[in-house]
């Protein structure tokens, strides 16, 4: 029975009392199950061989189990629920047992190694489990493949004759009270090793030791300073690995260009180590790869223009190092997380559309007019597109018939100096943060009715330095159904706006009404309202044809109306004296003073 949501009640007590002829028992994963485990008795249950009780939730202690005399039980995994009291006495030849992710459960490491002999499979990760690992190979389990003991209390010096067994799984994470130092020899079964902040083991031959382990998948041994060594270039052998984390340690050393074989790797953490050198260019075939840290190093160089073509690469990590260059145009598309601060880089770096607000390009050099084209925030569909020019980015929303609405995903985030342009024709919501320091600029793009919901609503913070809010009306928009709208709307409670203006395209002569901005709030949240003011046309716009009356959209200065009643006066004298004089002894008069009469008009 797993993964059902709706299940409750006492179901292991239940089959534990009518178990005559169960072998196997799979409960698994019903986070609603909270049974109390308590007065659960395996004594009748003889050809028991098999229980998962992972993920139920559940809780008690184990005391009566009474599962020590019977000898068919084998597997016993009661992990990720919330137990409490002593490991209860076992099956002398069971084979894998698991509590891990137990806070309140205990565990004697000695007595568990030492006991039974016959485990192949110990996880007690994440429980109080406590005591010392045996140091001699006749104390310890002869087949044990699997050996989890991370995030618990563990006092113990690592003994050579742990690495003397054919361990397959690894992993002593999180322990600060384990000392020692790991062999140089590593078990050439092994398939997944973990150690990972633990402060008091030491290694000077990693990860060379690990060359041997061909079937080598996944590689933890970070955030540990006493690791160290060089990645050889024999790594590459391990065509099965698939994760690979030495960040936060001692590691040093070049970037073998070898690691390009490595097909299946899928995540390589490297960052904050003492790794030097070039960023090899053949890395670029590592078709699988997702995510890559390499920042704080002293690496040299520049990106490689080829690794744009990591058509699965979305995470990227090159902080605080001495690359230079640009970045690959084709990561604009593909990055969902970027961070290449504090380089040498220049170029033009964008625009990036990333998840989450998660980039960041501080302190590089970035070539003028391109220092501002740095907009975080992917734009999910329905969104059709966006288009950058120089420091202004534009987000073109269009909804699907019968859609009200298009977001974003994630956050947006407009760097210094430049221009966020929406153009929108429904509302737009952006799903995280909306960022507009002072000094950028925020132009919204109205076209035809709101269908009264705000044009941009920011579902999470508004961060609007003082600034005008750029509104842009177009021709085919109702000005009424506009009117008392909301423009702009956010949470209050973790914003912050600045002193906010308006300016806009609508020609307030011809309309009789002004745009404005006004603040209010409606619960927890903060609007802005676009409001249609009425002006008096008599005598703002005295003696300035509206642009519907001067017919091309001019309007004609003072200056060039007086010309013209001047131009007028004069031609009726010459008119005069053309039927005196006659009008060929003065058109070479009149045609030069029309000339300069239609100059200063213009």
């Not at 994760?243 to 936060?248: H, I, K, N, R």
């Not at 907009?375 to 073109?396: E, F, N, Y």
Request: proline letters at 5%; aromatic letters at 6%.
């Amino acid at each position: 029975i797993r993964e059902n949501a709706a299940l409750t009640g006492n179901l292991l007590t239940l089959v534990m009392n009518h178990c005559g002829s169960i072998q196997f028992v799979w409960i698994e994963n019903n986070p609603f199950l909270r049974e109390d485990v308590s007065n659960v008795n395996f004594g009748g249950c003889i050809v028991l061989s098999e229980v998962y009780y992972n993920g139920n939730n559940a809780f008690g202690t184990l005391a009566s189990l009474n599962i020590g005399s019977r000898t068919n039980l084998r597997y016993l995994f009661m992990s990720k629920n919330n137990l409490s009291g002593e490991m209860p006495a076992l099956p002398s030849n069971i084979t894998q047992i698991g509590f891990s992710q137990n806070p309140l459960f205990s565990a004697n490491i000695t007595h568990v190694l030492s006991t039974y002999r016959t485990l192949n499979e110990i996880w007690l990760a994440s429980t109080k489990t406590a005591g010392t690992i045996p140091p001699f190979p006749d104390l310890l389990p002869p087949a044990l493949s699997s050996f989890s003991i991370s995030n618990t209390s563990v006092n113990s010096f690592i003994p050579a004759a742990l690495f003397g067994l054919p361990l397959r799984r690894f992993y002593i994470s999180d322990n600060p009270l384990l000392v020692g130092q790991l062999p140089p020899t590593i078990p050439q079964t092994l398939e997944e090793i973990g150690v990972r902040r633990v402060p008091g083991i030491v290694a000077t031959n990693l990860p060379m030791s690990l060359t041997g382990c061909v079937n080598l998948r996944l590689v933890y041994l970070s955030q540990s300073p006493g690791l160290s060594g060089t990645i050889p270039s024999t790594f590459s052998t391990l065509s099965q690995l698939r994760e690979l984390y030495l960040d936060s340690s001692g590691f040093s050393g070049v970037l073998p260009t070898t690691l390009s074989s490595l097909n299946n790797l899928q995540v390589m953490f490297l960052c904050n180590n003492s790794f030097s050198g070039f960023l090899p260019s053949q890395w670029n075939t590592m078709g699988s790869l997702r995510e890559l840290c390499l920042g704080d190093n002293a690496l040299s160089g520049t990106i490689p223009g080829v690794w744009g073509t990591m058509n699965k690469l979305t995470k990227f990590d090159m902080s605080n190092t001495n690359v230079s260059g640009t970045l690959p145009p084709e990561w604009t598309s593909k990055l969902t997380r970027l961070f290449v601060d504090y380089n040498n880089l220049t170029g033009c770096p964008g625009p990036f559309y990333l998840a989450k607000s998660s980039c960041s390009a501080l302190g590089n050099r970035w070539d003028d007019g391109c220092s501002s084209n740095f907009i975080c925030g992917r734009i999910a569909a329905p969104v059709a597109s966006t288009s950058c020019s120089g420091s202004t980015c534009t987000l073109i929303c269009t909804t699907s018939t019968g859609s009200t609405q298009c977001a974003t995903e994630g956050s947006i985030t407009v760097s210094n100096n430049a221009t966020l342009v929406i153009s929108s024709s429904s509302a737009v919501v952006i799903s995280g943060n909306l960022t507009v320091p002072t000094g950028s600029k925020i132009q919204i793009v109205l076209s035809g009715t709101l269908a009264n919901q705000s044009t941009v609503s920011v579902q999470q913070c508004l961060s609007l330095g003082s600034q005008s809010i750029d509104v842009q009306i177009a021709s085919n928009s109702n000005i009424s159904a506009l009117n008392n709208s909301v423009l702009l709307d956010w949470t209050l409670s973790c914003s912050s706006v600045g002193t906010v203006g308006i300016t806009s395209n609508l020609d307030s002569c011809a309309a009789g009404s002004e745009a404005t901005l006004q603040q209010s709030q409606s619960g927890t949240r903060g609007q802005l309202y676009l409001v249609f003011l009425p002006i008096d046309t008599t005598t703002r716009c005295a003696g300035t044809p509206s642009s519907a009356a001067a017919g091309d959209g001019f309007l004609l200065p003072v200056p060039a109306v007086i010309g013209i009643s001047v131009a007028a006066a004069v031609l009726v004298i010459i008119v005069i004296l053309a039927v005196v004089f006659g009008v060929k002894k003065i058109r070479h008069k009149v045609m030069p003073f029309r000339a300069r009469t239609e100059a200063q008009s213009l």
